[in-house]
């Protein structure tokens, strides 16, 4: 189903929704250019173009295969059943939208390919810079067109990036508590297009995520394992898109930091 053609036509598609619709648009939005979507989350004129973009392009490419859109479930919840039952394109058109109207990186865009749930393909595309990674269930990891290997940081404590934004105020609490002493914190960047290649490159060695999405997990979920390290749900179940009401997903670049982070949070459980 993937073959490096795929890639090769995803990819230029996606550099076409950025150089089109985002990159004109960063630092220079207008305040009608901003919509709010929920507290603390916003859509912009760039999300709604580039998305236009990758559905309309990757329709053309796959014609077999429903886009399911971050804006497009936004306006119809609907939309998401489809990853139950058939194959689809998954797509985030701009990853890290708060940082991108706010006028500062990171943010990307994101697309996976996934058949009944589970994760095909994986793409990721950093707008700023231009790196570009993607990977394959079952043959490896890429960024650049070179072939990675997840790398732990080294550090004496752990680097973790923990998102506490859709927690509850207790498990805040909890977190802060029992399991940051272990670790040395860094600020999340926001950008699942930024922290999953953190968890691959040694920037960071464990992430911890709330809220799972398809559009923000799947293509930096297989990215990750693919390239060694380890992405699952706290219980050692993989992640599949449609599960899209499960929520909880620990990411590291190595199973035993995987297996570490896995242990303290059932410990909470049991709290």
Known sequence: MITSGLTTAVEAIMRDASEWAILPRYQSLAAADIDAKAPDDVVTIADKDSEALLTERLSRLLPEAAVV??????????????LRDRLCWIVDPLDGTNNFAAGTPPFG??????DKGEILGGWILDCLSGRFCHAETGSGAWIDGDRVQASPSGADLPIAAISLVFLEQARREQIREHIAPHYRLVDIPRCA?????????????????????????????LFLNEAGGYCARPDGSPYRVDEFERRGMIGASSKTLFDDLARRLQHLDRL
């Open 69 to 82: 859109g971050e804006e497009a479930t936004f306006a119809d919840a609907s939309v998401m059943d489809q």
């Open 109 to 114: 865009v994101l697309v996976a390919l996934a």
């Open 193 to 221: 297009a930024e922290q999953y290649p953190r968890l691959v490159l040694g920037n960071n060695d464990v992430s911890l995520f709330e809220r799972t999405l398809p559009w923000d997990h799947a293509a930096g979920a």
